[in-house]
T-cell receptor
Framework: DAGVTQSPTHLIKTRGQQVTLRCSPKSGHDTVSWYQQALGQGPQFIFQYYEEEERQRGNFPDRFSGHQFPNYSSELNVNALLLGDSALYLC??????????FGPGTRLTVT | AQSVTQLGSHVSVSEGALVLLRCNYSSSVPPYLFWYVQYPNQGLQLLLKYTSAATLVKGINGFEAEFKKSETSFHLTKPSAHMSDAAEYFCAVSDNHMGGAQKLVFGQGTRLTINP
């Protein structure tokens, strides 16, 4: 049984560009949450998707948006990238939002 | 609002010694509490969780944690440290209810170093 998978593993972008990160949840899971982990910090909640709708959102600007597909996979989009967006982006999946299983993350570097 | 404070950003112990990582939480509702471990360049792995059942929770790799409501604490312990325990440890809190949006609120993390 594959766990949570994320792509790409690493990504380098330039300020002002847009980026899309992808996540496939663990089999049987219907909820996907996204977290941003800056270097040396704990993960911070961005938003959570359930039944293709954003169910809850953390304190992140509208530049951060997402989508969930009918197969429960999800995308995180970030527009107008800033240097401060450089971080490890973690996806977590769960069933009914309970115990969350994390993927390996996508390391985004903005130059 | 919920919050987590991990006391000590860096803890160093000798191999075979007791590991104690401290976590205090703040929550206006009965919480669910979690400990996660993160190895370099990897995601988070769940060590153990408290979900309002037994206050002493046993997890993987010999770790355990005790929920103390009066102290709002959920400290992580392991009787005998192993070199493979070297990693970053995160305490997290979420709302205690099923079926709803349960975002995790994480502490800043504690880096555990094991000395040979």
């Amino acid at each position: 049984d594959a766990g949570v998978t994320q792509s790409p593993t690493h990504l380098i972008k330039t300020r002002g560009q847009q980026v899309t990160l992808r996540c496939s949840p663990k089999s049987g899971h219907d909820t996907v949450s996204w977290y941003q982990q800056a270097l040396g910090q704990g993960p911070q909640f961005i938003f959570q998707y359930y039944e293709e709708e954003e169910r809850q959102r953390g304190n992140f600007p509208d530049r951060f948006s997402g989508h969930q597909f009918p197969n429960y996979s999800s995308e995180l989009n970030v527009n107008a990238l800033l240097l401060g967006d450089s971080a490890l982006y973690l996806c977590a999946s769960s069933f009914e939002g309970y115990e969350q299983y994390f993927g390996p993350g996508t390391r985004l570097t903005v130059t | 609002a919920q919050s987590v404070t991990q006391l000590g950003s860096h803890v160093s112990v000798s191999e075979g010694a007791l590991v104690l990582l401290r976590c205090n939480y703040s929550s206006s509702v009965p919480p669910y509490l979690f400990w996660y471990v993160q190895y370099p360049n990897q995601g988070l792995q769940l060590l153990l969780k408290y979900t309002s059942a037994a206050t002493l929770v046993k997890g993987i790799n010999g770790f355990e944690a005790e929920f103390k409501k009066s102290e709002t604490s959920f400290h992580l312990t392991k009787p005998s440290a192993h070199m493979s325990d070297a990693a970053e440890y995160f305490c997290a809190v979420s709302d205690n209810h099923m079926g709803g949006a349960q975002k995790l609120v994480f502490g800043q993390g504690t880096r555990l170093t094991i000395n040979p």
